[in-house]
């Protein structure tokens, strides 16, 4: 009994000192995001690899989720003769949840454990202790590029994602079940609010990339800088990530939608 | 004055003891040789000289000034007269040779390109690496690596440059490469050199003075000379590298005999 409570208690220090350590690093790099306006170049490499290379794998999620969608949404609204709504059914679900929900888990699997493994690897191989004996702060040379790429990269990755899905519903619900495509997009049109529908799915994708790249980038930079520290901090960004999504998504819609 | 000053280190990880009471001084323009067996701190000393680490008792002064009592912007001035050669280099993986040498010119210097790609050549010369600069490091050979890593130390021309495991798994030839180069450039240069080792051959080649660590302390220094001469067995046994002697061949235990008599362990 002693030895359980005790290691609750050891867990528990671990745990709070670890969230005491991600905050410090945080705020690190919140104090070097206004330098790196005078280098913006760091900040375009890194949109280029955190942002680009992800856009094959959210292009080819979101027509297959966007399809997907078509269908069942089909299947369900033709039993009440609402199938002409198919366009807004797909666009509020893709808009407010999915787009950003399902494309920052992608996010989190495909850049966020490269940030993480990069990092550690930048960590094992004393690179980033070499760059402090050069007079030259890792976690602003390093880090907040890559944390300002996430920042930008995810919003425009949650958009792609939803713009692709809805051109897959369409493909699906007017090439494949005859919906029609005036009734698809005018309807579409009408229903999807800029401010209550896009802007909410934007706020939620800005700040799912806040915490996807911010726990990317502390496991890396806090990885055991061994093969096997970095395996694992690579897996605790995925794991994690998809946790603080999946918790977020709920907080979110409740002060969101929640008065509705 | 020396250009460091170590008085009464102090340092603990956890609760075992890395040094404790180590006084050393590194005189001006020699090379210091800072030598003991694996696992004693070395690699340590360095990083508590560079102000990455923080003693637990006891200073250390690199020209003058308190390492670990500077703020951060003068700490990163001092550094920006330190040079350091990691053991595996610690190139940035992503740049090429020349971009890594460039790198310390391109941070904190507002030269132009045409000059600081004068600069560059002139270091990777020195080095002997001019022709191999639009190389990756991953293409490069681990001695080649600490040769860049050298150009890249001495591309801000500093005070001192501190060697941590300069020739650890190199084969003759680079070792040779490297004991001339470390050599070359403290005297071509007017350097204070730290160089940590337990290779003894290369590294008293090049020493002006030797500090033999062990244990937490300091158990003799003097030069390469003075050392090969000293009476203590320990010196000896690291000296000329010994198997057996004041360090024992055999991990600290029960006695080889005890341990076959209780078969009941593997029951």
Redesign the interface.
């Known amino acids: 009994m002693i030895k359980l409570i005790r290691s609750l208690g050891r867990w528990g220090l671990g745990t709070f000192e670890r969230l005491g350590r991600g905050h410090l690093f945080l705020m690190h790099i919140l104090a070097g995001i206004p330098g790196l306006f005078l280098r913006f170049s760091l900040v375009i490499h890194q949109v280029y690899s955190v942002g680009v290379l992800s856009l094959l794998i959210i292009l080819i999620s979101g027509l297959f989720v966007g399809m997907v969608l078509g269908l069942q949404g089909y299947n369900t609204l033709v039993d009440f003769g609402a199938e002409e709504s198919l366009g807004v059914l797909v666009s509020l679900s893709l808009v407010r949840e999915l787009g950003p929900v399902v494309s920052a888990l992608l996010f989190a699997g495909r850049a966020g454990s490269a940030l993480t493994a990069e990092i550690g690897l930048?960590k094992s191989?004393?690179?980033l202790?070499?760059?402090?004996?050069?007079?030259?702060?890792p976690i602003r040379?390093v880090i907040a590029p890559r944390f300002m790429a996430g920042l930008i990269s995810m919003p425009l990755l949650a958009a792609i994602f939803s713009a692709v899905g809805i051109i897959g519903a369409f493909l699906v619900g007017h090439g494949l079940l005859g919906v029609g495509d005036g009734a698809f997009w005018s309807q579409m049109q009408a229903k999807t609010d800029f401010y209550d529908d896009i802007m909410n799915g934007v706020i939620k994708s800005v700040v799912f990339g806040f915490v996807v790249t911010w726990i990317a980038l502390f496991e890396g930079h806090d990885a055991t800088p061994t093969s096997e520290g970095v395996g694992r901090a690579t897996t605790r960004t995925v794991v994690h990530s998809a946790f603080a999504i999946l918790g977020l998504d709920f907080v979110l819609t409740a002060l969101m939608f929640g008065d509705e | 004055m020396p250009l460091i000053k170590i008085r009464d280190l102090h340092f603990y990880r956890g609760n075992r003891a890395i040094f404790e009471g180590v006084n050393i001084d590194i005189e001006r323009g020699k090379v210091t040789a800072i030598m003991g067996p694996s696992g004693t701190g070395k690699t340590t000393l360095l990083?508590l000289i560079?102000g990455?680490l923080r003693p637990d008792k006891g200073t250390i002064e690199v020209d003058g000034q308190n390492v670990h009592k500077l703020s951060r912007s003068d700490l990163?001035?001092l550094?920006?007269r330190?040079?350091?050669l990691?053991?595996?280099g610690?190139?940035?993986?992503d740049l090429s040779v020349y971009d890594n040498v460039a790198?310390?010119l391109r941070?904190?210097t507002d030269l132009p390109e045409s000059m600081i790609r004068d600069l560059v050549l002139m270091k990777l010369q020195a080095v002997g690496l001019r022709n191999a600069r639009n190389l990756q490091p991953a293409e490069l050979s681990g001695g080649m690596a600490r040769r860049v890593?050298l150009a890249?130390a001495v591309a801000?021309e500093p005070m001192m440059i501190m060697y941590d495991e300069p020739f650890t798994g190199q084969d003759p030839i680079s070792m040779g490469t490297l004991v001339n180069l470390i050599h070359r450039m403290n005297d071509a240069m007017g350097l204070t050199s730290i160089v940590v080792s337990h290779d003894v051959a290369e590294t008293a080649e090049i020493a002006d003075y030797i500090y033999l660590l062990s244990g937490g302390k300091i158990i003799e220094h003097g030069s390469p000379v003075q050392l090969r001469r000293s009476g203590s067995q320990w010196v000896q046994q690291f000296m000329q590298g010994l198997p057996d002697g004041p360090v024992p061949f055999h991990y600290a235990g029960p006695e080889f005999k005890e341990d076959l008599l209780k078969p009941e362990e593997y029951a």
């Open positions: 930048m191989t004393e690179q202790s070499g760059m402090e004996m050069m007079a030259v702060d040379r | 990083k560079g990455q990163y001035e550094r920006k330190m040079g350091m990691f053991q595996s610690a190139l940035l993986t790198f310390p941070e904190h890593a890249r801000l």
